[in-house]
């Protein structure tokens, strides 16, 4: 069975540029949550979708935006790129919007470079 | 934030039980505890989590405080697959994620 794929898995942008990043979750799961993880952090919450529609925001700028198709697979949207924006994000899917009724199956995640 | 406090590091034997600690002292009444782990290069990958009683699953053990205010991840036997950063996290399950801090580096000695 394919589990969370995410596509680039590499990237390199400069300051001012925008980037939009894939994201399929595992086959039967409506839920996608992406986080940025930045170099020796854990990962930061971003964005949680659940049947296309958007059910949490973590704490960052409105450059950062993403959306839900009807297949349940996601993009995350960053617009106005900074160098400080250069991690790695991490799509995450679930059966359920509820984190406490089972698990996150995170993908390997795009390493994002802004120059 | 829901803050947790681990350990930066531990270092651990290869085939010796490990016991990793994690203070979650403002933990609210329904939140679940969580732990994942982090292999080099890799996305997290979940290990467990409970709420009140300990729980078991094929990866590890999960024991917590009768307070509910500190949990220990136990790997019964650890190989040097295991050797990760371990993530302690409590949720109340609503839609905004889950909060990670800097993990616990755990490491293991042939």
């Known amino acids: 069975d394919a589990g969370v794929t995410q596509s680039p898995t590499h990237l390199i942008k400069t300051r001012g540029q925008h980037v939009t990043l894939r994201c399929s979750p595992i086959?039967?799961?409506?839920?996608v949550s992406w986080y940025q993880q930045v170099l020796g952090q854990g990962p930061q919450f971003i964005f949680q979708?659940?049947?296309?529609?958007?059910?949490g925001r973590g704490n960052f700028p409105d450059r950062f935006s993403a959306r839900q198709f009807p297949n349940y697979s996601s993009e995350l949207n960053v617009n106005a790129l900074l160098l400080g924006d250069s991690a790695l994000y991490l799509c995450?899917?679930?059966?359920?919007?509820?984190?406490?009724?089972?698990?996150?199956?995170f993908g390997e995640g795009s390493r994002l470079t802004v120059l | 934030d829901a803050k947790t406090t681990q350990p930066n590091s531990m270092e651990s034997n290869e085939e010796e039980p490990v016991h990793l600690p994690c203070n979650h002292s403002?933990?609210?009444?329904?939140?679940?505890i969580h732990w994942y782990r982090q292999l080099p290069s890799q996305g997290p990958e979940y290990v467990i989590h409970?709420?009140?009683s300990n729980v078991n699953n094929r990866m590890a053990s999960l024991a917590i405080a009768e307070d509910r205010k500190s949990s220990t991840l136990i790997l019964h036997r650890a190989t040097l697959r295991d050797a990760a950063v371990y993530y302690c996290m409590h949720s109340g399950g609503g839609a905004d994620g889950l909060t990670f801090g800097k993990g616990t580096h755990l490491i293991i000695q042939p």
């Open positions: 403002t933990i609210s009444g329904t939140d679940y």
């Open positions: 409970g709420l009140t």
């Open positions: 995450a899917s679930s059966l359920y919007a509820s984190g406490n009724t089972g698990e996150l199956f």
């Open positions: 086959s039967g799961h409506k839920s």
């Open positions: 979708y659940y049947e296309k529609e958007e059910r």
